[in-house]
């Protein structure tokens, strides 16, 4: 039987959703289907000046991003996310080398944070940023000062404010037009340097400002928080929400149906740990900005309790047959105000490890979005700790399709791992990350197969370079697939978002060429660009074309 030979033509309703998808690829190039045209808007290092002039340098590893209409869907703000540095690219660092400099530390506190960029389109459809413009802005690890709001604001060691954000991985949009920006791996900012750890930073000890010591996780607890930004206005002093817990933040997604509670979903990227929902104390009501604008200070954050059990298990790694049940029942579970500052650790020893681990945690939570129907989707990329190699992505419904509902049902609507197929373009994703749907309500993913795995000889293999998948939600190729775009040599792709009329895609190329000097064997010496792992966006490795710095990039995809 045929199956795969005429889904290979991915038939979808949207404006992106009829393509031939592509081959897996590990050459060092981003590749998108025949009929389309990815380029790239702007780089890691690049320079934009706000409306007096000053230059902005574009931060490294952009993740998040979300457009924000100025001029429809022609002209707006891109809301960008700068997760974490990579000292080897930055200034030449590695594990091994012992202490920083200040000015190190500063380079890669100025290389975090957020950007907020203005783009717009050109008559020929590519895109470019308008610069000089007064909306174009940075948000750094170090400034400006953010405002703590909520239960804990003013609490010992969290205080009313706090120097700039870092660890911004994924994040969201609120329907009253601010930015939600996550901040995940907090904790290696002020965790001394570790050979084996490329997350470890040590600004804590090896900068020289005195507000350097508040990175220090085991004093401080100023980062790891859900921060609100408002693109729109460079006056707005931005909030780290502490009525949302603080933990591995990856994004948030919001859910608002009229005459309800406004209710946001988040997920704690990291392996066995849970699912969360907050349900504010008030309604979001249109045009009521001030109102709107404390909707995130008070409410009630709740984490997912999983029937049978949270975890999809297997046998063995690579497995894609799971030994676990794989729909069920839940609750939402009240987190208690004094678990709020260090949410996952206190209710991981209130629950007890072996009841946390059968009912609350997960294979990883990366993305939540919400699809038009009410249904949420959460995806799980991996967890070795079960075996779970290529993860999933789970639908949960609350009961009623209520969203303040304290029941669900859940399902894993699409599975990772090899199809089989031999049919290029579906031979199924693995370990997916960040979601987004188009404008017909069909599924994007992209993944996140960590690089120290990637075109190696394991169950990764079939895969090659992370990748961009469509996956219809209605239709006869329901649930299949359907690979998009390629990433470059030892990228994650990240953050894809539509502009509204969804005949733009903006997505980012996370950490191209990672393991050139992320540990102290990496085969990278800093200024030999030849050895380095890639060579994208100005050169291509595989075809020894241009040896270059690789750079974190946002790509813009449009039709031909
Ligand atoms: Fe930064 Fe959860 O990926
Ligand atoms: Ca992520
Ligand atoms: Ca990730």
């Known amino acids: 039987m045929h199956l795969f030979a005429e889904a290979a033509r991915a038939h979808g309703s949207s404006h992106f959703g009829d393509f031939a998808a592509i081959a897996a690829s590990s050459d060092d190039v981003f590749q998108v289907p025949t009929g389309y045209r990815a380029d790239v808007l702007i780089s890691w290092g690049d320079i934009f000046r706000d409306g007096d002039r000053h230059a902005l340098r574009y931060g490294f590893n952009n993740d998040f991003l979300a457009y924000f209409p100025l001029k429809g869907s022609s002209e707006g703000l891109l809301f960008v996310n700068h997760e974490y540095p990579d000292p080897f690219y930055l200034h030449g660092y590695k ?3 012992g202490t920083k400099t200040p000015a190190q530390v500063q380079e890669e506190q100025d290389s975090v944070g957020n950007s907020i960029l203005h783009v717009k389109r050109r008559r020929d459809g590519s895109w470019k940023v308008v610069s000089p413009s007064e909306y174009n802005r940075r948000i750094y690890g170090d400034r400006p000062q953010l405002e703590f709001t909520g239960p804990l604001a003013g609490a010992d060691g969290i205080g009313t404010s706090v120097n700039g954000s870092l660890g911004n991985c994924s994040g969201g949009i609120t329907p009253w037009g601010t930015a939600l920006s996550c901040e995940e791996n907090f904790s290696g900012y002020g965790t001394a340097v570790k050979l084996d750890d490329p997350g470890s930073f040590g600004w804590h000890v090896f900068g020289d400002k005195p507000e350097d010591a508040e990175y220090d996780p085991t004093t401080f607890k100023k980062y790891g928080w859900v921060c609100e930004h408002d693109p729109y206005d460079p006056e707005y002093m931005a909030r780290k929400h502490t009525a949302l817990g603080r933990f591995r933040h990856e994004n948030t997604a919001f ?3 009229p005459g309800k509670q406004f209710v946001l979903y988040m997920g704690d990227d990291k392996a066995n740990e849970g699912l969360y929902k907050f349900v504010s104390a008030r309604k979001f009501k249109p045009r009521q ?3 709107n604008r404390r909707i995130l200070e008070e409410g009630q954050l709740y984490i997912a309790r999983w029937e049978p059990e949270g975890r999809r298990r297997f046998a063995a790694a690579g497995d894609t047959r799971p030994i676990s049940v794989t729909e069920g029942k839940g609750t939402w579970v009240p987190v208690p105000a004094d678990a709020l500052d260090d949410t996952a650790t206190k209710l991981r020893a209130a629950f007890g490890t072996d009841e946390f681990d059968a009912r609350f945690a997960t294979n990883r939570p990366e993305d939540v979005e919400v699809h038009e129907d009410g ?12 075996f779970d190699s290529h993860g999933s992505v789970r639908r949960l419904r609350e009961e009623g399709n209520d969203p303040e509902a304290l029941e669900f049902r859940w399902r894993d609507y699409a599975a990772g791992g090899p199809t089989g197929s031999g049919d290029p373009g579906t031979e199924g994703f693995s370990s997916p990350d960040n979601l987004v749907f188009d404008e017909a309500g069909n ?7 960590s690089s120290s ?4 000889a394991n169950e990764y293999a079939y895969h090659k370079n992370n990748a961009l998948f469509f996956v219809p939600t209605s239709g006869p190729n329901k649930g299949i697939a359907f690979r998009f775009a390629n990433g470059p040599v030892e990228c994650e ?5 539509f502009t509204p009329d969804g005949r733009n895609l903006f997505v980012n190329v996370q950490h191209p060429g990672e393991t050139t000097g992320e540990t102290s064997t990496g085969p ?10 890639s060579w994208w966006p100005e050169g291509n490795r595989t075809t020894e074309d241009t040896p270059a710095t690789p750079k974190p990039s946002t790509v813009v995809i449009t039709r031909e």
């Open 95 to 97: 594990p091994d080398a």
């Open 255 to 257: 859910r608002h149906e």
């Open 289 to 291: 900005w001030s109102s």
């Open 375 to 386: 249904s949420v989707y959460v995806a799980l990329t991996n967890n070795s700790t079960v």
């Open 443 to 449: 599924l994007w993913v992209v993944t996140d197969i």
């Open 453 to 456: 795995k990637l075109n190696k």
């Open 493 to 497: 792709l990240t953050g894809p978002y």
């Open 524 to 533: 990278g010496v800093f200024g030999q660009e030849a050895t380095y792992t």
